[in-house]
């Protein structure tokens, strides 16, 4: 018995026709695949298949014989993989972390700092809130982390790449699309959509900003990421104060306007943990200057 005659039995089950299986999956003559199924029930000294109205049937032996079958081939596949990884050398890892959508704009910069050792070297890539990325690289599940400096976290350094100005979203047949940009005070009788706690640079830097220029808003929502700020202007006919990346991200139904006068800006930074020796960890921050805003 030959590791093919099990390829081809489970093929045949799983089909249920001996015509399919032959051209769809094992590339064969229909012929040849019936050869092979009578040599293995042959070897196995039962019948595994009967015909019926429907095709091609397991008898009790075939399904008594088709776990086993499935199990043999996992097992064969899984040798064959730990055979692999152990004739590779290990690849050193390192986790990037992205604030949710700031990936579309620093992930090719990040990917840019390393490309000297990306084929030495595992990336791998999330997409989340602040406050997770900031937990993330306290555990070590992240080696850096493009996000907000969150607070009261004493094991983290901040290193500042760009800094954001705030933008208004409306939706794109709102009346305050009509100009070209938006005094802050037209905002005080609107629908706003202000930041959650999750948010919590976000939410104090606009808020500071509101405070600052005498406009009292109790906003209607609060979010803690542009994809629900998005859906709520759209269908609430809300305004939201948001960093300029989310202009990159815009549906149709949602557009932009830039504030009049001097706009809030917030800091986008790379976090890492001051604990972290990785070499990768080293070489990207000596490299760091290259995508600075």
């Not at 084929?119 to 493009?146: C, I, K, N, Y």
């Not at 100009?179 to 802050?184: A, K």
Request: glycine share 4%; hydrophobic share 45%; charged share 25%.
């Amino acid at each position: 018995m030959e590791l093919r005659h099990l390829r081809y039995f489970v093929a045949v089950a799983e089909e249920g026709s001996l015509t399919v299986a032959a051209e769809r999956r094992l590339y064969t003559s229909q012929p040849s695949l019936s050869r092979q199924i009578r040599d293995l029930e042959y070897e196995v000294g039962a019948q595994l298949f009967v015909r019926s109205a429907r095709g091609i049937e397991l008898t009790d032996a075939g399904k008594a014989f088709l776990d086993h079958a499935r199990l043999a081939l996992a097992q064969v596949d899984a040798a064959c993989e730990a055979a692999r990884r152990a004739a590779r050398p290990l690849k050193p890892t390192f986790a990037v972390g992205f604030l949710s959508g700031q990936e579309v704009t620093w992930l090719a910069e990040a990917t840019r700092v390393l490309a000297s050792d990306l084929q030495t070297l595992e990336m791998t890539v999330s997409s989340e809130h602040s406050p997770d990325l900031a937990e993330g690289l306290s555990t070590g599940r992240l080696d850096v982390a493009f996000m907000r400096a969150e607070a009261n976290r004493p094991d983290l350094e901040y290193v500042t790449v760009a800094r954001e100005r705030f933008v208004v979203l409306m939706p794109s047949d709102h009346r305050l699309a009509a100009f070209d940009e938006i005094d802050v005070h037209e905002l005080a009788n609107e629908r706003f959509i202000g930041g959650s706690d999750v948010a919590g640079p976000m939410r104090r830097a606009i808020e500071n900003y509101l405070t600052a220029n005498d406009v009292a808003i109790e906003p209607a929502h609060r979010v803690h990421n542009l994809t629900m700020a998005m859906s709520l202007i759209a269908s609430t006919r809300g305004v939201a104060l948001l960093p300029a990346y989310a202009e990159k991200l815009l549906p149709w139904s949602v557009t932009s306007r830039p504030l009049k006068g001097e706009a809030p800006t917030i800091e986008l930074v790379v976090g890492y943990n001051r604990n972290n020796r990785s070499p990768i960890l080293a070489t990207f921050l000596s490299r760091i200057d290259q995508i600075r805003q």
